[in-house]
């Protein structure tokens, strides 16, 4: 009769028996998880997402991380003027290069003249040219390197040589006046670009101005005249230092002061 008269918890630890007490302590625990599960859906969501679905998610994130490293990867291949240089190339190949280079860069320029001069924009004049210079600049020094670093006489002068048509072709795109009028009507609209896009364009405007495009006709042909000098004249002092093979001779004396490692080679 006291069992069912649900007495004092004190003396209801005294008078049930251990089957009931077990029974109830499994009740109370029960009931205590579910307080807890239910304060805390973080829980919840993580019992949720076990197996199979833990897994289909954790395989979504690599898959999501692995799409964007190779997107990141492919942005950088694409950037131009990443080429590595090669100092390797024969003569032929020298020379042949070098009217790669230069046919290359006439179709630009070319392109860039052509544009309506009501339809200028930074993307069809300033970066197609900004885009040949990054993307030539490593092959340009593959003809140029072997002048100074081949050992065969044939790849030095076949170097030189590509060199200085190089050098012309670049000097004759600064003289063209068609390319010139583009540049300088775009510059003149003061389209809002980036800083360095507005620098490279004012680098252009220079480049052309100091080749004498602002100048009269006259002062035009002398300034090319005088540059064309100094340019054929650099060269060939390049060249002479390149294939000087003369020497100085010291006395010990006149050596005082080096490392005696140096003097002893």
Do not use: W
Request: with cysteine; net charge neutral; glycine share 4%.
């Amino acid at each position: 009769a006291r069992d069912t008269a649900f007495p004092s918890h004190s003396q209801s630890q005294f008078f049930f028996s251990p089957e009931r007490k077990s029974e109830r302590k499994m009740i109370e625990n029960d009931g205590n998880d579910k307080k807890k599960e239910g304060s805390n859906p973080k829980k919840l969501k993580l019992v949720t997402f076990t197996g199979a679905a833990g897994l289909l998610g954790l395989a979504v994130s690599f898959a999501i991380f692995a799409f964007k490293s190779h997107k990141e990867k492919s942005k950088k291949k694409g950037l131009p003027g990443c080429d590595t240089v090669c100092v390797n190339l024969s003569a032929k190949e020298i020379l042949e290069l070098a009217d790669e280079i230069i046919s290359k860069s006439t179709r630009v320029h070319d392109t860039v003249a052509l544009v309506p001069l009501n339809k200028l924009s930074y993307e069809n004049v300033v970066l197609p040219l900004a885009e040949l210079e990054a993307r030539q600049l490593s092959l340009i020094q593959c003809c140029v390197f072997p002048k100074m670093l081949s050992p065969q006489d044939s790849v030095r002068r076949a170097s030189a040589e590509a060199e200085q048509n190089i050098d012309a072709h670049i000097l004759s795109c600064r003289k063209r006046e068609d390319v010139y009028r583009v540049i300088k009507i775009y510059a003149a609209k003061g389209e809002s670009i980036a800083p360095e896009a507005k620098c490279y364009l004012q680098c252009l405007v220079r480049d052309f101005e100091q080749n004498g495009l602002n100048l009269t006709a006259t002062k035009r042909e002398e300034v090319a005249r005088l540059k064309n000098e100094i340019d054929e004249l650099s060269l060939r002092y390049v060249q002479n230092l390149n294939e000087d093979s003369s020497c100085l001779f010291f006395t010990e004396p006149e050596l005082a002061g080096l490392p005696l490692e140096f003097l002893q080679r």
